[in-house]
């Protein structure tokens, strides 16, 4: 079964903790993508890859890392300087003409 | 910032056609319009794109304006299921540094 894979659906954190969220895919494609959605709002980029071992800063990178070490996965690190973190969270590759989507990570800092 | 303006929301009869406008009137030559769905809570959904010439998929139909600078998504048939959010962008084919930049789109409701 192709996709991307997001775990988990819900994270609920204190905050001052970093968290890391999970993005895999076995679709073999080489760009992925992360983004946040706030309530109401569109997609905002954080981070891109577009080949392992190198990744871009998107528009709001502040406060978040990433890692790009293999083609399947590109985990997203929200750290304690990220002042708003609660949001949905949706990793995506690109091949083409079509941008696919996983099913998006819920995090919640309490 | 999105390149593309869309009205805030629509409502939709099931089993009629929803037609969603977009107006994108600083397109280049070579962007695409794509549009993309999001299901509440779900990932977005690729729909269809299109350059110049009228597009239609199973999913849906794209008529783009002969100057470019506006397009309209049909759903033929609009069922309870396709009430969601439905996204305009533009965006040059295959710039894999060029994300594609999902504004906050247009939130249909598809009534019984």
């Known amino acids: 079964d192709g996709g991307i894979t997001q775990s988990p659906k819900y994270l609920f954190r204190k905050e001052g903790q970093n968290v890391t969220l999970s993005c895999e895919q076995n679709?073999?494609?080489?760009?992925m993508y992360w983004y946040r959605q706030d309530p109401g709002q569109g997609l905002r980029l954080i981070y891109y890859?577009?080949?392992?071992?190198?990744?871009q800063k998107g528009d709001i990178a502040e406060g978040y890392s990433v890692s790009r070490e293999k083609k399947e996965s590109f985990p997203l690190t929200v750290t304690s300087a990220q002042k708003n973190p609660t949001a949905f969270y949706l990793c995506?590759?690109?091949?083409?003409?079509?941008?696919?989507f996983g099913p998006g990570t819920r995090l919640t800092v309490l | 910032d999105a390149k593309t303006t869309q009205p805030t929301s629509m409502d939709c009869a099931e089993g009629r056609a929803a037609n969603l406008p977009c107006n994108h009137s600083?397109?280049?030559?070579?962007?695409?319009v794509y549009w993309y769905r999001q299901i509440h809570s779900q990932g977005p959904q690729y729909i269809i794109h299109?350059?110049?010439n009228n597009e239609t998929n199973e999913m849906a139909s794209l008529i783009i304006t002969e100057d470019r600078k506006s397009s309209t998504l049909i759903l033929p048939h609009a069922t309870l299921r396709d009430t969601a959010v439905y996204y305009c962008?533009?965006?040059?084919?295959?710039?894999?540094?060029?994300?594609?930049?999902f504004g906050p789109g247009t939130r249909l409701s598809v009534l019984p």
């Open positions: 995506a590759t690109l091949a083409g003409n079509e941008q696919f």
């Open positions: 679709l073999n494609h080489d760009a």
């Open positions: 890859s577009q080949i392992v071992n190198d990744f």
């Open positions: 600083t397109i280049s030559g070579n962007e695409y």
């Open positions: 299109g350059l110049k």
């Open positions: 962008i533009v965006r040059v084919l295959e710039n894999y540094g060029q994300n594609f930049v």
